[in-house]
C-alpha cells in the first residue's frame, strides 16, 4: 500500500452528472497532482498543487475543477463532462515538487478512479 | 515545453533475454530521470530513477543509463521474467520545474 487512496474506484456519470474525486494521501507530502491516463496516450498532467497552492493548470477545460483543503486532500469536481473525457484519473503526490537534486522526487501515486462518461 | 518520446510501444521477449526500452527528451535542462512499472489494472509504481550527475545506476536485474549529451535514456532489464511483464513510463523532469512529462509507455510481455 502506497499510501495514497482514491474513491470511487469506478463512477459511470452522464454529461449533466456532477461528480467529485477524492484522494487522500497519508504519506506527509507536501506535493499533490491529478493525471488522466487514456488508452494508448501518455499520462497527461492535469493540475499541480504544493502546499495546497495550485501550481500548474496544464490548460484543463473548466468542466474540471480541483480543489485542495489541506495538504493530505485533493478533490476533482467534474460537471458537463463528455465522453471523450473517459479516462483513468490519477492521484499522486510527492514529498516536494519534483526537480532539482533533492531526493525528494519520487511520485507515489493513488489507485485511480476509472471513469465513463455516458 | 518537455517532450518525451518513447520506444518501443510494445515489446515481447522470451523469459531469460534481456528487455531495452529508450526514451528521449527535448529539454536539456531536464535532470531527473524516473522510470515507472505499471501491471495491469494496477498504479504505476516506481522502479528505477536516475539523475543527470550519473550515467548510470542498476538495482538488481534493472539498470538505467543516461546520455545527456544525446538527451537519451533507456531501461535494461536482464534475465526477464513473466512478473515483468507490465507497461514500463519513462519520464524527464526540469530543475526547477514542477512536473513529470511521461512518455506514451512500453508493453513489455514476457513469454515462457
Known amino acids: 500500500e502506497t499510501g495514497v487512496t482514491q474513491t470511487p474506484r469506478h463512477l459511470v456519470m452522464g454529461m449533466t452528472n456532477k461528480k467529485s474525486l477524492k484522494c487522500e494521501q497519508h504519506l506527509g507530502h507536501n506535493a499533490m497532482y491529478w493525471y488522466k491516463q487514456s488508452a494508448k496516450k501518455p499520462l497527461e498532467l492535469m493540475f499541480v498543487?504544493?502546499?495546497?497552492?495550485?501550481?500548474e493548470n496544464n490548460s484543463v477545460p473548466s468542466r474540471f475543477s480541483p480543489e485542495c483543503p489541506n495538504s493530505s486532500h485533493l478533490f476533482l469536481h467534474l460537471h458537463t463532462l463528455q465522453p471523450e473525457d473517459s479516462a483513468l484519473y490519477l492521484c499522486?503526490?510527492?514529498?516536494?515538487?519534483?526537480?532539482?537534486?533533492?531526493?525528494?522526487?519520487?511520485?507515489?501515486f493513488g489507485p485511480g478512479t476509472r471513469l465513463t462518461v455516458l | 515545453g518537455e517532450n518525451v518520446e518513447q520506444h518501443p510501444s510494445t515489446l515481447s521477449v522470451q523469459e531469460g533475454d534481456s528487455a531495452v526500452i529508450k526514451c528521449t527528451y527535448s529539454?536539456?535542462?531536464?535532470?531527473?530521470f524516473p522510470w515507472y512499472k505499471q501491471e495491469l489494472g494496477k498504479r504505476p509504481q516506481l522502479i528505477i530513477d536516475?539523475?543527470?550527475?550519473?550515467g548510470e545506476k542498476k538495482d538488481q536485474r534493472i539498470a538505467v543509463t543516461l546520455n545527456k549529451t544525446a538527451k537519451h535514456f533507456s531501461l535494461h532489464i536482464t534475465e526477464t521474467q513473466p512478473e515483468d511483464s507490465a507497461v514500463y513510463f519513462c519520464?524527464?523532469?526540469?530543475?526547477?520545474?514542477?512536473?513529470?512529462?511521461f512518455g506514451t509507455g512500453t508493453r513489455l510481455q514476457v513469454t515462457l
Open positions: 529539454d536539456s535542462a531536464s535532470n531527473y
Open positions: 536516475i539523475r543527470s550527475n550519473v
Open positions: 499522486a503526490s510527492s514529498p516536494k515538487l519534483a526537480g532539482g537534486t533533492s531526493s525528494y522526487n519520487e511520485q507515489f
Open positions: 519520464a524527464a523532469s526540469a530543475g526547477t520545474a514542477s512536473k513529470l512529462t
Open positions: 498543487y504544493n502546499f495546497k497552492e495550485q501550481t
